[in-house]
């Protein structure tokens, strides 16, 4: 009897600190670390703008933001830090006329360089542009942008990814799904 309750005592010990341990492993990571998690972990959705038919993919951690009107989807991931600093990450999809279809290389060539940015060229349509914006917020230093530009039928369609430079490795999901982004 005594063996069977000291068995007992040390199972239920065992077990509380098992579960202890699972509720409290990642109270010491970093803010950048649970992030990374976040965005690792969260599963795709995918969405359709009924207008010019095309479509792109978020996570499940990012909510739709108003549109700017019809042509484009927008969803953001928006978080206070520990620091008190607002994380804002956009994902967005919106589409605007080429000025220069004869010659579209040179437009997004421009684009890039009002940004401060590089623009590479990925095949005849598609274009990725990537630049470092200031940041006002004194506790953010930059922010990146990425932006992939498609061409078809003398329109943009522009996937575009903004983050706190900072989290580069959480949003790496992310910025893998710009650079291969296929809207239709």
């Known amino acids: 009897m005594k063996k069977t309750f000291l068995c007992l005592v040390l199972c239920l010990a065992a077990f509380i600190v098992f579960n202890y341990r699972c509720a409290h ?6 803010y950048l670390e649970q992030l990374e998690r976040k965005m690792t972990c969260a599963d795709w959705q995918t ?20 549109n700017d009107g019809e042509g484009s989807l927008r969803f953001a991931y928006v978080e206070e830090t520990p620091l008190k ?26 684009i890039a360089r ?11 349509s598609t274009y990725l542009v990537t630049a470092e ?24 369609f522009v996937e575009t990814l903004i983050y706190p430079e900072d989290f580069a490795p959480a949003v790496r999901r992310l910025v893998d799904e710009v650079n291969r982004w296929h809207p239709f």
Not at 25 to 30: A, F, N, S, Y
């Open 25 to 30: 492993e990642h109270d010491e990571e970093t």
């Open 47 to 66: 969405h359709y703008e009924p207008a010019y038919g095309y479509e792109m993919r978020s996570l499940s951690c990012f909510r739709p933001v108003e």
């Open 85 to 110: 600093s607002i994380m804002y990450i956009t994902l967005e999809t919106a589409t605007q006329p080429c000025r220069d279809s004869l010659n579209p290389a040179l437009e997004i060539r421009e």
């Open 114 to 124: 009002e940004m401060g940015g590089v623009c590479i060229r990925k095949s005849d």
């Open 133 to 156: 914006l200031k940041s006002r917020d004194p506790k953010v230093t930059a922010y990146r942008i990425n932006a992939k530009y498609v061409l078809r039928q003398k329109l943009w």
